[in-house]
């Protein structure tokens, strides 16, 4: 049986299941394996696990541990019962559909630029702020226009482009992320800068560990995680660049519990901008595939982004992020009550858990549907759960 245990109740004998730490690129050659000895306890408590999962049928157990399934099914509940409480208040000026076409130049623009920016800050030349201004300004102007566009076509990455379409994802979910707070529009696109910025110290990082295919050595751990520090001076030279977007790159991190890096840095000790930075990063990196993982879905990131609030992250941050994206952000594939694939195409008026859907697929009989739009909010259908699109060979984003 699977069971959820704190890391200190951690014994050699037990097997581990899930170290729960998909949000970093951590040192461990495997995410399940037996616990030999106290030295592997004592490293996964000093890299910040608090939870993790065992297997209580390939090694020792823990009597009175929730099992996996119970509390999936309690945080099932907490994020339904925070999606029914939340309100939507505005609702987009622009429509997906037309939103889609101006995002997909602008994104692409913006991956060109942090591109050349990369390659610059790779070989030794500083950072042009005049260049990266006019970008996010394009990435804003899309999300105050319609949020949606932007942030469902940044979920579609080429692998070998990580590091450049991460960093523009960051951008675009801190730019919505900031305003949803209520910041101004020029706090709004520093943040953005600091979204584009945020993992700049990475080109100083030797390509061989940044691109590692396998789990880095202790040595290399470290070196990578001293992409923070590296950023943050590299920024701090560059003249004009906002305090914001420096925070975000110094800050982005360290953990709420004082179990990041580089300063171990606790609660409100990290600047605001910090602690939102540290979840749009998770949150986009959870949703990536990697050259050793595949992404999750979106709905999936988000719980375990609600699991990890109690310790790693602002909850309350949390949570405003979670009515933000939506529980089936745009883009997500969903099954229906009545048996039926469909995509989300809009995050719906009333709730966050009746969006508005365009049927995709026919399960029962097996047959590709004629696209219809459906109103969940009307009631005549209802979503069951999330599907991976991967699983039934489907491209959510050719439905948008
Ligand atoms: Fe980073």
């Given at each position: 049986m699977i069971k959820r245990i704190r890391s200190d109740q951690l014994l050699p004998g037990m097997y581990i299941h899930?170290?729960?730490?998909?949000?970093m690129d951590h040192?461990?050659?495997?995410?399940?394996?037996?616990?030999?000895?106290e030295k592997i306890i004592a490293k996964i408590i000093a890299t910040g696990i608090r939870e993790l999962y065992i297997d209580s049928q390939k090694g020792l157990d823990v009597d009175d541990a929730q099992t996996h399934d119970e509390f999936h099914a309690d945080m099932h509940q907490q994020i339904t019962t925070l999606a029914e409480k939340h309100e939507i208040k505005t609702l987009p000026p622009t429509q997906l559909k037309e939103e889609v076409v101006q995002a997909r130049v602008v994104h692409s623009e913006a991956h060109n630029v942090v591109h050349h920016l990369m390659s610059d800050i790779r070989m030794g030349k500083q950072i042009e702020l005049a260049k990266l201004s006019p970008v996010v300004e394009n990435i804003t102007d899309s999300i105050f226009r319609n949020k949606d566009a932007f942030i469902s076509l940044s979920r579609i990455k080429q692998k070998d482009e990580y590091t450049f379409q991460h960093s523009v994802s960051v951008c675009a979910l801190l730019v919505a992320f900031s305003r949803a707070m209520g910041y101004e529009k020029n706090v709004v696109m520093e943040a953005g800068i600091g979204g584009l910025l945020?993992?700049?110290?990475?080109?100083?990082?030797?390509d061989y560990i940044l691109n590692k295919p396998g789990p880095l050595t202790d040595a290399e751990f470290l070196e990578m995680k001293s992409h923070a520090a590296l950023g943050r001076e590299l920024l701090e030279?560059?003249?004009?660049?906002?305090e914001t977007a420096i925070m975000i790159t110094g800050q982005h991190h360290e953990r709420y519990d004082g179990?990041?890096?580089?300063?171990k840095i606790q609660k409100d000790g990290i600047s605001q901008f910090g602690q939102l930075a540290a979840i749009a990063d998770v949150y986009d990196a959870l949703t990536s595939d990697r050259v050793y993982h595949k992404g999750m879905e979106p709905t999936a990131a988000l719980k375990k982004l609600f699991e990890w609030g109690k310790f790693h992250f602002n909850a309350e941050l949390v949570e405003h992020f979670i009515c933000l994206i939506?529980?089936?952000?745009?883009?997500t594939l969903v099954k229906l009550e009545s048996g039926v694939l469909a995509v989300v195409v809009n995050p719906g008026n009333e709730s966050l858990l009746r969006p508005t859907v365009r049927t995709v697929f026919d399960i029962k009989q097996e047959l590709y549907v004629t696209p219809q739009e459906i109103d969940l909010a009307k009631k005549l259908d209802s979503i069951v759960q999330y599907e991976s699109p991967r699983n039934w060979g489907i491209d959510p984003f050719k439905y948008l």
């Open positions: 899930d170290l729960n730490c998909g949000w040192p461990f050659a495997f995410n399940s394996f037996k616990v030999n000895d945020h993992d700049a110290g990475k080109m100083k990082v030797p030279q560059i003249p004009g660049m906002p179990t990041g890096y580089p300063g939506g529980i089936y952000p745009v883009g």
